[in-house]
């Protein structure tokens, strides 16, 4: 059961976040912030993010810093792709770790969460991932959020 909760609580569906780092993300012209609201009124989740990656992400963690050489606290591992999402559209794929995003080696779950926080749709961002022995560059568009097909986080999750 304790296994059980905490694969469910470093699991999200898709990407959010919560700071504002617009520098952070290549605009192609939108709106400067997208509106954010409350997911609940007594504000108890995050609020809703304007943007969706489409994965779920765990932090790398000290295993694959011993294995593959990343930095455990500052990568990503990707455990799930969701189908028609902008991941998978950009060719993101399960088991993916990024190791930087936009260039900067920040790339630790919360920290992605920010940077899509701070994004609107038609946003692009680079994700330098490491598949297998190689670090690839991924381009990927990001779209509006369909709310529906995310898990909601609750205020004070790392990065909302």
Do not use: Y
Not at 61 to 78: A, F, N, R, Y
Not at 94 to 110: K, M, Q
Request: proline letters at 7%; hydrophobic letters at 40%.
């Amino acid at each position: 059961m304790k296994r059980n909760l905490i694969s469910c609580a470093l699991t999200f569906l898709f990407l959010s976040a919560g700071c504002d780092q617009q520098d952070a993300v290549r605009s192609n012209g939108g709106p400067e912030h997208a509106q954010i609201t409350m997911n609940d009124e007594d504000g108890t989740l995050a609020p809703k993010p304007p943007v969706m990656l489409g994965v779920s992400m765990v932090p790398s963690g000290p295993i694959m810093q011993k294995h593959l050489g990343v930095d455990g606290d500052e990568s990503t591992m990707i455990i799930a792709v969701g189908e028609d999402t902008p991941a998978s559209r950009s060719g993101l794929e399960l088991w993916d770790v990024i190791v930087n995003v936009n260039g900067s080696s920040a790339a630790s779950p919360s920290s992605i969460r920010t940077i899509l926080r701070a994004s609107t749709p038609g946003d692009v961002i680079d994700l330098g991932v490491l598949r297998g022995t190689q670090t690839i560059t991924i381009e990927v568009t990001l779209a509006e959020a369909e709310h529906e097909r995310m898990i909601p986080l609750p205020v004070g999750t790392d990065g909302t």
